[in-house]
């Protein structure tokens, strides 16, 4: 995958470059060899990123996260750490929320991909971006790409009527603070942002107490 | 991570065969916990057979009046389920306590049976394990242990099994339903289905080489108060110290009670169960019987207790 023509040039941009050009293997997909020996095994994986297909040549063991940040260069989904434990990496996958480091390129084949970079552009933010920043709902911003995503998933949650932790009656779930709370904690905040993140949130889905 | 080829199955029959074909090789589901261990190199399979894509994914109701979930049902899509929500609260409920919304997302609901410990000398590859390297002993047993096992332990492995969903699995009394790399396929108690730790702590199922899960059978309801209780250090997205998946029905009988946190397998004592109306302390006089704590954890049997004071209060409201 190459998109450089969609990305000015910038460290960032050549820092991403450098680790895809390195990575990308040509073998073909499905190789059935013991991986002792060689290169390691690649396989190819169509991903539909944010409505566009997009092919892909990995390594098996490139995490979607790492697909999209190093080949794609969608760099919106941050790498915390790298274990699902801190949501840095969420992205919708066919509309669900999902850490990106906990599954590989290879597994989404056909699938559809939001990030971050999807949801909206600075020139057009989705409501979320707009209330996240008219909340202050972040200091340093690493976790925001991540939180945002996190937030659309559980305002679909909220509308299929999914139950959580602590839903008082399981068949009759009521959008409120504490339900938002529960269903934000697979996403870590450093900087301690959260009661403007839960305020933000609470106001795209125009949830009042 | 170490490299490794993949493939992609369509029936659980190619899955078998592929497994066969690959004694090494590891199915890989929702992946959560899988490539976690696969990252530290806790696990190193050299070839990957992705299950996704099979017809596992439904729940459907059995002839008998019970339900049958497909292995490859996500954690977020059976807690949601509105039969196991109305018929089956106590899974509902232990599922939503447990991991956070992006991981019930994935997990699947044969994965999550099969998760591994997470006592951290298993995760930690510069110290012995018995689990991780058979043989190299156990650093938990004097180490840091305040969240490990109190029953069934053996002086290999104190390690906990840490699901919530399997605790209300054993509640219900569920059965695990497999195909062998061969075509044949069993059925196996969820009471039979986890080991204790014995002197093999890396074997931690019943499952052989290449047996692939298919279902999930959990038995016609049972009416009454389904409760899930769980204690943890923090209020959410956090492994249990000591949970309690609990039926008790309103007219006396005697109820359900399965516990979490406390062995490398959800722990239930029927005799317990029978002391219900005696109140808390007796329940968890016998359910405890023959535990050994270690000055770090003995917390766990006064926890216990009081976990079930809570639970009886709950199903009397």
Not at chain 2, 257 to 273: C, D, I, Q, S, T
Request: hydrophobic share 40%.
């Amino acid at each position: 995958m190459d998109n450089e023509e969609l990305i000015p040039v910038s460290r960032r941009g050549i820092l991403a470059g450098g680790a895809a050009t390195a990575t990308i293997a040509t073998t073909p997909a499905a190789a059935q060899a013991p991986p002792a020996e060689g290169p390691p095994p690649t396989a190819t994986t169509v991903l539909k990123v944010n409505g566009k297909a997009m092919t892909f040549t990995l390594d098996t063991r490139t995490t979607l996260l790492d697909a999209l940040r190093e080949h794609a260069r969608l760099t919106g989904a941050k790498k915390g750490c790298d274990h699902g434990q801190c949501g840095a990496c969420t992205v919708l996958v066919d509309g669900r929320r999902i850490n990106s480091c906990l599954t590989l390129a290879v597994m989404h084949d056909g699938q559809e991909i939001t990030t971050i970079e999807g949801l909206g552009r600075p020139d057009d933010l989705h409501p979320l971006q707009a209330a996240f920043v008219a909340h202050d709902g972040y200091q340093c911003g690493y976790c925001t790409p991540g939180q945002i995503c996190s937030a659309a998933g559980v305002l679909a949650e909220l509308k299929a009527g999914v139950p959580s932790h602590v839903s008082p009656d399981l068949d009759e779930v009521k959008a409120t603070h504490d339900e938002l709370r529960e269903r934000m904690s697979g996403n870590i905040c450093r900087c301690g942002a959260y009661s403007n993140i839960i305020d933000a949130i609470a106001e795209v889905g125009g949830i009042k107490a | 991570m170490k490299p490794f080829t993949y493939e992609r199955v369509a029936t659980p029959a190619d899955a078998a065969a592929a497994a066969l074909k690959n004694p090494k090789a590891k199915f890989i589901a929702g992946g959560t916990n899988l490539l976690d261990l696969m990252k530290l190199e806790i696990e190193a399979p050299p070839h990957l057979i992705d299950i996704n894509r099979l017809e596992l994914a439904k729940i459907v109701e059995t002839d008998d009046g019970g339900l049958r979930i497909g292995a490859l049902v996500r954690n977020t899509d059976l807690a949601a389920d509105r039969r196991v929500r109305k018929d089956y609260a106590v899974l509902s409920r232990a599922l939503l306590a447990g991991a956070s919304g992006q991981l019930r997302n994935k997990a699947t609901t044969a994965g999550n049976l099969l998760q591994r410990t997470r006592c951290p000398y298993f995760y930690d590859p510069t110290k012995p394990c018995n689990k991780r390297t058979p043989g190299s002993g156990c650093s938990a047993l004097s180490g840091f242990n305040r969240n490990l096992a109190i029953l069934g332990a053996s002086d290999q492995c104190i390690a906990t099994h840490p699901s919530d969903m399997a605790v209300a699995m054993r509640a219900l009394d569920a059965t695990v339903e497999t195909i062998h790399a061969d075509g044949r396929t069993r059925a196996i108690p969820i009471a039979d289905f986890h080991r204790l730790p014995g002197s093999t702590p890396s074997v931690e199922t019943e499952l052989a080489p290449g047996e692939l899960i298919t279902a999930v059978v959990l038995p016609k309801p049972i009416k009454g108060a389904h409760i899930y209780r769980k204690v943890r250090d923090r209020a959410s997205y956090a492994f249990a110290l000591v949970s309690v998946a609990a039926v008790i029905p309103k007219d006396g009988a005697p109820g359900r009670l399965a516990f979490g946190g406390l062995a490398h397998k959800p722990w239930r004592v029927p005799a317990a169960e029978q002391r219900i109306a005696e109140g808390p302390k007796a329940v968890a006089q016998t359910a405890l019987a023959g535990a050994r704590t270690t000055p770090q954890n003995a917390f766990k049997t006064e926890l216990v207790e009081r976990t079930l004071a809570a639970v009886i209060e709950q199903a009397k409201a």
